[in-house]
T-cell receptor, first 113, second 109 residues
Framework: ETGVTQTPRHLVMGMTNKKSLKCEQH?????MYWYKQSAKKPLELMFV???????ENNSVPSRFSPECPNSSHLFLHLHTLQPEDSALYLC????????????FGPGTRLTVT | KNEVEQSPQNLTAQEGEFITINCSYSVGISALHWLQQHPGGGIVSLFM?????KKHGRLIATINIQEKHSSLHITASHPRDSAVYIC???????????WGAGTKLIIKP
């Protein structure tokens, strides 16, 4: 148990659906991250929020929309996804600033049909 | 050329063996992270180091900044050590780590 929870753990959705992934951290951190992990590929950073402001957005398609209502919660809203978006989506948190250790949630396994 | 390379990609060993996983990189860094990912998906940070050596239980991580190389060692390996081990580079004050592709370790009983 790392102090970072993600729901749901598994999600199957059609290409026309709208769904949201939720992440919550109980560590008092002030930075939160969304990563995508596809099979046999390194982690890809999607979004970073620090002090509830987005500080990184790595050219992610607009069908992925993040929301950070406060420092403990992070959402990833999904709409009109493609099959190639099927992956493990990981949330992480850390203290803001340099030289930080990230704490990861268990991930949401997303399948787009 | 990738900025970070891990070797080997896959490693299978018998219980009790001494394990070494390597991470080489080609850029300047402020720190290097070793993380562990179990089959369920969750990732756990093992070490963050910028020089020398760190030890935690049966795990030892070393880094040589001049040679741009780090190693993760596991002594007296156990089947529960089976996981993917990932090295990631930290480069100063932004939030983006440079991630290695991971080494998949299987320890057979």
């Amino acid at each position: 148990e790392t102090g970072v929870t993600q729901t749901p753990r598994h999600l199957v959705m059609g290409m026309t659906n709208k769904k949201s992934l939720k992440c919550e951290q109980h560590l008092g951190h002030n930075a939160m991250y969304w990563y995508k992990q596809s099979a046999k590929k390194p982690l890809e950073l999607m979004f970073v929020y620090s002090l509830e402001e987005r500080v990184e957005n790595n050219s992610v398609p607009s069908r992925f929309s993040p929301e950070c209502p406060n420092s403990s919660h992070l959402f990833l809203h999904l709409h009109t996804l493609q099959p190639e978006d099927s992956a493990l989506y990981l949330c992480a948190s850390s203290q803001a600033g340099a030289s930080y250790e990230q704490y990861f949630g268990p991930g949401t396994r997303l399948t787009v049909t | 050329k990738n900025e970070v390379e891990q070797s080997p990609q896959n490693l299978t060993a018998q219980e009790g063996e001494f394990i070494t996983i390597n991470c080489s990189y080609s850029v300047g860094i402020s720190a290097l992270h070793w993380l562990q990912q179990h089959p369920g998906g969750g990732i756990v940070s093992l070490f963050m180091l910028s020089s020398g050596k760190k030890k935690h239980g049966r795990l030892i991580a070393t880094i040589n900044i001049q040679e741009k190389h780090s190693s993760l060692h596991i002594t007296a390996s156990h089947p529960r050590d089976s996981a993917v081990y990932i090295c990631a580079l930290e480069r100063g004050s932004n939030y983006q780590l440079i991630w290695g592709a991971g080494t998949k370790l299987i320890i057979k009983p």
